[in-house]
């Protein structure tokens, strides 16, 4: 298999549990790299990772998971890890053990089952505790330990449903870092499935949006984050107001941003007059450079298809307590 | 003196390039990692304590069986005397209780905690689907319940042939003994196994199926013994009665395989237990109840687990 062709792709992949549609034709195609699986609860996220991983049969279209047909191939899966969103971990078990169970489950013979465990353990952290049970582990820790088991047996792609999920902020940065290096430093690549568009967009090079069972956005993060006409973002340690009135009567358009201001649709001229309003205002710089929009605020914005479905999860996400 | 150069090399994180077993290799792990859990190697201590007893009992067991038999033979030396000692066929009998109890506790920890805690999810992912799991987890509990069964007749064997003032006379004359045991030992192995894994297929704790099962194995015995042993109870009755008796299943086989049973009317008499009564069926009534429970609950625990994976 050529390295660019897709990991995983969805054919009009399609899945109804009786009444309800839980994938509706989606089609869409993932590479190498981290990709966001990004959509509101029930969207079809879960499903499409379970159809994936051959869990559950599409009840109409394809999914292929390196080129192979998921629902027919189970030994594909020893290619893959997935790590769930809900518990999945024995709690008399020590950690050390349990992994080395995982990666001999996944095919390695028994002596490279127990290196890679104990490597993996170093990986994420918890090399120190590797002979604790797992029981006594706190909830970072074991979420720790659930993307150990999804990658102690070295798959080229792991499915991560939900990762930071119960984690607070401190603990929910570093399992984006660990994800973000499991990619660099490990080049497995990586699906991130989540409903929260800040973990998406901090660690995510690639985005698929699911609203109701379909695809509403597909791309590069970076495309949607990139201003159309050029925003500079101006921080000034003195004299904004002043800065701010000299702008406007150079005839840039402004909007104020906090303690800072924002110049909107700026060329080439408009930088000679930001000069210019900068020298007449008399305001130290202190910062000043293009700027680049969150995730959040495109889809706030109307700038995607997803931005109703995706200001909900905003919504969620601030009542979560999400950073 | 010299001192020698070391250098640290950090080689990174490596790609495993190395062979993967693929679904044989995955099936052959969930198999030795079910042994670990029957018998609590890699647990915590409490999670030894049951198995190891159990062991511990019946072997025992096994051991106090040689003693008195080797003790009265020794005692009744010379003497005209005869007395019905305990012997291989008897100690599925009397330890009974021991294995059943060792299958009721131990069992479902095969099942029910993979269920319970969500790691079922992690092993279906992995190259293999429910049947091989759990087929795999069955054969390991075949595998310890067959030792458990089958060590402490071992260790009687041992017993009655040190015990004998002509150990290999002894051997010569009873080495038909050991086939017989096994395989009695294996029919009652596959008979308990069966049955406690499909009871734990249908619960996620391990306590309800113990308690279930004990109840199964032991109310069933009590019951039917209640029956069986009234002498005011017609004789086609507790002939049909003694093969609900959950317990006895099994002994009717080691029955077969030890004495091609045979009873007659006057043998059973008034009073016996459902074991005893069970005898006056053919052989070939008791072999076929006996592969009905043993092919029930596996159909059952089959169908469980590929639903589980649907």
């Known amino acids: ?323 | 003196m010299t001192m020698r150069e070391g250098r640290v090399f950090d080689i990174g994180y490596q790609r495993y390039e190395g062979p993967r077993g693929g679904r044989a290799q995955a099936r052959v792990a969930i198999f030795k990692d079910g042994i670990r859990t029957a018998l609590g190697i890699g647990r915590g201590w409490r999670l030894k304590i049951v198995p190891w007893l159990s062991i511990f009992a019946a072997v025992l067991t096994a051991l106090i069986m040689a003693i008195i038999v080797v003790t009265v033979d020794r005692v009744l030396d010379g003497s005209e005397a005869t007395i019905d000692l305990p012997s291989h066929s008897d100690y599925y009998g009397i330890a009974s209780i021991i294995l059943f109890l060792f299958a009721a506790l131990v069992g479902p920890e095969l099942l029910c905690p993979d269920r319970r805690s969500g790691v079922i999810n992690l092993y279906l992912v992995r190259p293999l689907n429910g049947v091989d799991y759990v087929g795999a987890r069955w054969t390991a509990f075949l595998f310890v319940m067959l030792l458990v069964a089958c060590l402490p007749q071992f260790v009687l064997l041992t017993g009655l042939v040190l015990g004998d003032p002509n150990p290999w006379g002894y051997l010569r004359d009873n080495w038909l003994d050991v086939p017989k045991f096994l395989g009695a030992g294996f029919a009652l192995a596959l008979y308990v196994t069966t049955l406690a894994l499909a009871v734990s297929a249908f619960t996620t704790r391990s306590v309800y199926a113990a308690v279930f099962l004990a109840g199964l194995f032991f109310i069933s015995l009590l019951v039917v013994n209640g029956f069986t042993e009234r002498p005011d109870v017609g004789l086609d009755t507790r002939k049909w009665l003694s093969l609900l008796s959950l317990r006895d299943i099994p002994l009717f086989l080691n029955d077969i395989i030890f004495f091609n049973n045979g009873a007659t009317l006057e043998s059973v008499g008034e009073g016996s237990s459902a074991q005893n009564t069970a005898r006056l069926h053919p052989n070939a009534l008791l072999t076929a109840w006996y592969s009905l429970w043993v092919a029930g609950p596996g159909l059952l625990l089959l169908l469980r687990y590929r639903r589980i994976l649907s």
Do not use: W
Request: glycine content about 10%; hydrophobic content about 35%.
């Open chain 1, 1 to 323: 298999m050529n390295t660019r062709d897709p990991l995983l792709v969805a054919r009009s992949l399609t899945k109804n549990y009786r009444s309800v549609v839980a994938l509706d034709s989606a089609d869409f195609s993932i590479g190498a790299g981290i990709t966001g699986l990004l959509g509101e609860n029930g969207a079809g996220k879960s499903t499409a990772i379970k159809i994936f991983l051959g869990l559950v049969k599409p009840t109409d279209g394809r999914a292929e998971v390196f080129g192979r047909d998921a629902s027919l191939d189970i030994e594909v899966r020893a290619r893959l890890g997935y790590m769930p969103e809900h518990d999945c971990l024995p709690s008399s078990v020590i950690a050390s053990e349990f992994l080395t169970h995982m990666a001999e489950s996944s095919g390695l013979p028994r002596k490279q089952a127990r290196s890679r465990a104990a490597d993996i353990l170093r990986h994420v952290g918890l090399f120190e505790e590797r002979y604790r049970p797992i029981g006594d582990y706190s909830t970072g820790m074991k979420q720790r330990v659930k993307l150990a088991q999804c990658l102690v047996h070295d798959p080229s792609l792991a499915l991560l449903d939900e990762p930071t999920a119960g984690l607070d902020p401190s603990g929910r940065e570093d399992m984006l870092e660990l994800v973000r290096k499991t990619y660099n430093d490990f080049g497995i690549s990586i699906v991130l499935s989540t409903h929260l568009m800040n973990d998406v967009e901090r660690t995510a090079d690639r985005i698929v949006v699911l609203r109701e069972g379909r695809v509403v956005e597909e791309g590069e993060v970076a495309s949607f984050t990139t201003e159309k006409s050029e925003t500079v973002y101006i921080e000034v340690n003195d004299r904004r107001d002043e800065l701010a009135s000299s702008l406007s009567a150079q005839g840039v358009s402004t909007r104020m941003d906090g303690s800072s201001i924002v110049a909107l649709d700026v060329g080439e001229e408009e930088f000679d007059r930001i000069r210019d309003a900068l020298a007449a205002s008399g305001a130290s710089l202190r910062r000043m450079g293009p700027r680049r929009r969150s995730l959040i605020e495109v889809f706030e914005d109307g700038g995607g298809k997803a931005s109703e479905a995706s200001s909900r999860e905003l919504s969620a996400e601030s009542a979560g307590g999400g950073a």
